[in-house]
């Protein structure tokens, strides 16, 4: 008698999840702004810090990146996290969250005088989101084209 193959079940859903507890994907969104986005304090060769001509210590900045947040959580970029945010479950509103903070920090660019607020127009405006100076209106009536054409317009005002 042969042997009977049984095919292996497939992910109904095709690649499986890379995340699937809800506690340690917050967990790492946690680690990426305390851990890898914290501010270092420059040293030299000794281990002594770099000081500015303030006098004060000379200070990398780490801030939050979309792109940054999307590899600390093991995503191949960027577009991987918007079709994560998609999926509309637990893992997205942390996700949603998580880029919102990201926001935040732009948004306080603008306000601290300390960093390039150029940029943080910039990232904000491109984000979308109501960050724009130019505002797209609808010239018709809630969606439907205006009644009357240029020509029976003309006509109507001129009389003829």
Known sequence: MAKKIIPKKKNPGGRPRKHNDLEKFQTKINEYFNIVCKDEILTDGNGD???DSKGRP???SNPPTITGLARHLGFIDRQSIYDAIARNDGFSCAIKKAINQIEEYA????FSGNGNVTGAIFWLKNRGDNWRDRHELDHTTKGNEIGLRAAELRKRILGG
């Not at 948004?107 to 603008?110: G, I, R």
Request: no cysteine; proline share 0%; net charge positive.
């Open 49 to 51: 810090a770099i000081i």
């Open 58 to 60: 000379a200070i990398k």
């Open 107 to 110: 948004e306080k660019q603008l």
